[in-house]
């Protein structure tokens, strides 16, 4: 509610009547609240719709006494005194109305949002590799806000504006049916044309959103690119590109604010004709002796009555739209699924080694990326994995967490399938180092802990030194309660890298899988995280992947890599004598050293 | 807020719509036209009543009937010509605000760009402009009218000649104090809320990405419980905020009745003295229900206007920014040139920290120079310095024994070919992205270009090339890059640590296919890898923005002590820890064999 998403075109929903059903099943645990919500409305809005009348009697009242010269002053007071009360109860209920509905949908909107976090930490990586980031939270932030103020505008506009319509119809009849006729006659015409005027200038708006879209677009990348614009004596070219893209949407643009803002001067159109056919017809009643002078204002102000909520409905009507929409996706990614984990037996500890056996695997099931792959692992050894980009190395040390499920194959641990076992049992025998470090927005201390959430303060010390990242914790005035800022940018990048070390240091795994870790720092840091990790890595059974020799040379184990396949292994040695693709790849690393 | 540079903002921001003076103009009529037809309206119903039903004048009544539809329908008509051209109007004023400032931002420098950040430039570029734009749309057919009905209403009223004005005062100042209650009481609420709306978001984002370490650690209760922590926090402030705010609506409703009441009973009383009549009542509270709902407006208006002046002020800064690097009179450079720094010092103004101390080295024909060094030494300073993205703070850098600063900056840059370090692509094909760097560039060229970049994964110069280019990986993009800046002849070719993607095989390739570049012209190459720049002519080993040392690979893996650390860490890596003295020896020999096996070279 707090950031209302900007006016966006009204989605349909594929499927009303199941979003119905949904967002009915959000709403069933507050049948209480709601129907006291439905009757606040209820009272509120008849409250208000009887007043104008009363009011019209007043002025009749007026009218005559100035007619008759003898002004019945005490009918008059009295009268507005019970107006005067019924506004008060009308105004008290009504909020009452929207203090129920602000509880109901905040609740909602609060449980949704954990519901989707909760299914998002539960899902299956391979579910959540479908969805793009962007897609999954602007279901947590947009969607859920409009869902929101769909069910507030749906409880309060429609709801009211619908009771409104009734009881003013009511009211008005009840003074005079042709009256009534003659103002009710122009409402399904304003209906009409309000509908119509939002069909096409949606069209435009939809269009013109495309070329903003567009021209957004062009600007973000021309200023990403402003070195090679200038270094390539682009800018005039770059100016021709905008113009054209800030013209295209401009024609579109016009357009589109000019037939959206017409429907607000028509629905002021039909209210004013109203009001002359008032005006007018009333006067020729009072002249018929048919209805009195005060009429003639209750119907003014009933009139206005009318449009208002008619305008509102076709506003909700859209918004509505758009809540249903946004249920939809909302609920399309609760019902995804979780991660399966069908075993409770526990693995503690790995005895004896690890293999891989005719392992298939593709993201998709005609893309295979790994490819009858088999090796051993023994308890304690490094094993290197080494290929180009894309051949598939980390996908093999995600298989061993079991973040996706082999085609065909085997992995076992001491022989035993670890699909037989608990996924977080076989996880928690696994610490990670990845290129890409993932930190949050916390202190350097609650980083490190992540490892072991019950770490003593000495604990995480410990662990921080042995990974070498006290130095320049400690270097920093805050030490180790220094805040990781939204993009953690505030530490350099090989500093981000020793605290996940620490960090997996603190975790004790018995298991290691180091992932590219140093492939984006400078030397001098890389020697120093070479160090923290060779730390790390004793008497532990590790997974080194790298494209720096350097790093792999010491492993007990070689595996290359190349499009899904082993093509050698062994280690430094044997592949050096075998003189493939591991002994050129070494030879052009290193033959411009020796030129 | 300072009242004169708020003035001089707007002053600035309202240049654009100058040619707009006739729509302007028209606009202003049409607004007065219709809140005129609008507020005649009451006043002829008076009529009606007071006159008309009083002496049971039929004919009367008709022709004031007549009267009135006369007036909404002049009334609808200028409504809908002020939409017509307020819409139009304010869509230019955009469009032309947009491209002041885009065509002032082209022509930023580097120190210009780092100052407001590319980031925040492109906001002002699309986002902000589009807010003013909307809010003097707004401006035209809601804004103006508010004051201008207040105003009409409350001449009408007076017109009346009612003993009644005060309670107009009366209701205004009973909603007033309230309202600004209320909003003094919320409105430090609404930057908690979008801060809390923001952390939302940033949490979501941290559990998103950082899943597979979550899974690893198996953290999913954490997490859902650092999420459960934001998400209380913005359910009880978003109560507390709109709990209060909701009491808005039904209050003013209330209050806007009362007056009514108010109205009818003080009018009842003048009335009986014979000073007023029952139509004049009628109209009396039209019009003072339109003067109350019209102050409000102006009210919500104002609310507004600081939140468009931060937009606004933000988009004069840039087109304010003054350029600190401008063009010199000399608009051509002799053939065969040669660049040279002489005691080049750099650090980014305003701050005392030297990024580059006392630079100096050539650059000509035929010569291979390359940088080397750590993160953060100042490489890729130097060479933004080149094509003059930014200027030097100190020493002078001299094209043909002349001051840089002398040449015309299009003169220099086409002697030039510059790849930064993150290669950038534009959105369109290949081909348009190849004739960037040389545009009347044959399709032969390009693909020779191509070939020399080893690019081997696109299929047809046609081939599409997304925004940032998001349908090639790094690599790939950093070879295209390349290719672009291959494809024309230049005197100098900048690359900034551009191969950092590429594997050792295909930077190898490359390498050699640049071979025949370098013999005509001259290359500055800068790296963090020892084998991308081991067979420069010169290399410069820079630490700390200073030069500790130049010369061959030879030369320095002789007689610097940074050079060979960099060597050792990246080549006869970690004997320390990958194996003890004796048997790093192994590695040594393996190097012999290979410089036997690969021809001598």
Known sequence: MARKPRRAPPEKPANTKKSIKNILSLLRGYKLKLTLTVICGIISTVFSVISPLLIGF?????????????????????????????????????????????????????????????????????????????????????????????????????????????????????????????????????????????????????????????????????????EIIRSFNQEEESMMIFEEENENWYEHEWKSKFFSSLSSPLIHFISNLQYVIISVLGAVLVLQSAISVGDILAFIQYSKNFTTPIEQITRVMNMIQTAMAASERIFEFLEIDIEENPSSEQINEIAEEISFENVNFGYNEDEMIIKDLSFKVKKGEKVAIVGETGAGKTTIVKLLMRFY???????????????????????????????????????????????????????????SKEAHADNFIMQSAEGYGMVLNEDTDNISHGQKQLLTIARTILSNKQILVLDEATSSVDTRTEKIIQKAMDKLMKNRTSFIIAHRLSTVRDADKIIVIDDGHIIEQGNHDELMEQKGYYYNTLNSQSSDDIA | MNLTKTLKTIGKLIKPLKKSIIPLFLIFLFLVIDVYCNLTLPSYTADIVDI??????????????????????????????LSYFSSKVSAAYGRDLRKI????????SNFELNKISRASLITRNTNDVYQIQIFLGLFFTTI?????????????????????????????????????????????????????????????????????????????????????????????VNLKVFRTLLVLLPGMTLLLNVMI?????????????????????????????????????????????????????????????????????????????????????????GSEKEILKDISFKLEKGKTTAIIGGTGSGKSTILNLIPRLQDVSGGEILINDKNIKEYKLSAIRDRISYAPQKAILFE??????????????????????????????????????????????????????????????????????????????????????????????????????????????????LDEGRIIDKGSHDYLSENCNIYREIVSSQIEQSKEFLYDGGESSNFIIDTDYIRKTSGGK
């Not at chain 2, 039903?53 to 200028?78: K, P, R, W």
């Not at chain 2, 490359?510 to 084998?531: A, F, P, T, Y």
């Open chain 2, 101 to 108: 400032s885009y065509d002032k931002i082209l022509k930023f």
């Open chain 2, 144 to 236: 103006l009218f508010s004051p201008i009905l207040g105003i009409g209403s409350i001449i009408k009223a007076l017109e009346l000649g009612t003993n009644l004005m005060w309670i107009i005062a009366v209701t205004f100042a009973a909603l007033i104090i309230p309202f600004i209650i209320i909003f003094v009481k919320t409105v430090p609420y609404f930057s908690i809320m979008q801060e809390l709306t923001d952390k939302i978001n940033q949490t979501s984002r941290e559990i998103l990405i950082g899943m597979p370490v979550i899974k690893a650690f198996i953290r999913q209760d954490y997490e859902e419980e650092r999420f459960e922590e934001t998400n209380e926090d913005f359910r009880s």
């Open chain 1, 405 to 463: 499920d082999l085609n065909s194959g085997e992995i076992k641990i001491d022989g035993v399938n670890i699909n037989r076992y608990d996924k977080n049992s076989v996880r928690s025998l696994v610490g990670m180092v990845l290129q890409d470090t993932w930190l949050f927005n916390d202190t350097i201390f609650n980083n490190i802990r992540y490892g072991k959430l019950d770490a003593t303060e000495e604990e995480v010390i410990a662990a």
């Open chain 2, 52 to 81: 008309g039903i009083q002496n049971t004048d039929f004919n009367y009544i008709i022709s004031v009937g007549t009267m009135m539809m006369a007036m909404v329908l002049i009334g609808v008509l200028s409504t809908i010509g």
């Open chain 1, 58 to 226: 007043a002025t009749t009242a007026i009218f005559d006494g100035i007619t008759s010269g003898n002004m019945n002053i005490e009918y008059i007071v009295n009268l507005l005194m019970v107006v005067v009360i019924l506004y008060v109860i009308s105004a008290v209920f009504s909020y009452l109305q929207s203090y129920l509905l602000l509880d109901i949908t905040t609740d909602i909107s609060y449980n949704l949002r954990m519901d989707l976090i909760e299914k998002i930490t539960h899902l299956s990586m391979g579910d959540l590799d479908v969805k793009t980031r962007g897609d999954i939270l602007s279901r947590i932030t947009n969607d859920v806000d409009s869902l929101q103020s769909g069910i507030v505008q749906t409880f309060n506009q429609l709801l009211t504006g619908v009771i409104t319509i009734v009881g003013v119809s009511v009211m008005m009849l009840s003074i005079n049916l042709w009256m009534t006729l003659a103002t009710i006659v122009l409402v399904p015409i304003a209906f009409f044309i309000i509908i119509k005027v939002t069909k096409f200038s949606q069209d435009y708006y939809l269009k013109q959103l495309e070329y903003r879209g567009r021209l957004n677009g062009q600007i973000e990348e021309s200023f990403t690119g402003h």
């Open chain 2, 261 to 349: 009441v108010l109205i009818l009973y003080f009018g009842a009383y003048d009335a009986i003295r014979g000073e007023i009549l029952t139509g004049t009542i009628i109209a009396f509270i039209q019009y003072a229900t339109q003067i109350v709902m019209a102050f409000l407006m102006m009210g919500g208006f104002l609310v507004m206007t600081p939140r468009i002046l931060v937009s606004g002020r933000r988009v004069a800064e840039v087109i304010n920014t003054e350029i600190s690097i401008t063009d010199g009179p000399i608009d051509k450079i002799d053939d065969n040139p040669t660049i040279e720094f002489k005691g080049v010092t750099y650090s980014f103004p």
């Open chain 2, 428 to 541: 369109g094909t290949i081909r348009s992205n190849m004739l960037i760097g040389k545009a009347d560039a044959s399709d032969e060229e390009i693909k020779e270009a191509l070939n020399m970049a080893e690019v081997d994964f696109i299929e047809s110069l046609d081939d599409e090339v997304s925004q940032g280019a998001s349908n090639f990986s790094g690599g790939q993009k950093q070879r295209l890059q390349l290719a672009r800046s291959i494809i024309a002849v230049r005197d100098f070719y900048l690359f900034d640590d551009c191969f950092s993607a590429l594997d050792m095989n295909t930077e190898a390739k490359v390498k050699g296919n640049l071979k025949s570049l370098s013999e005509n012209s001259s290359m500055l190459i800068v790296s963090q890898r020892i084998s991308t720049i081991m067979d420069a002519d010169e290399i410069i080993v």
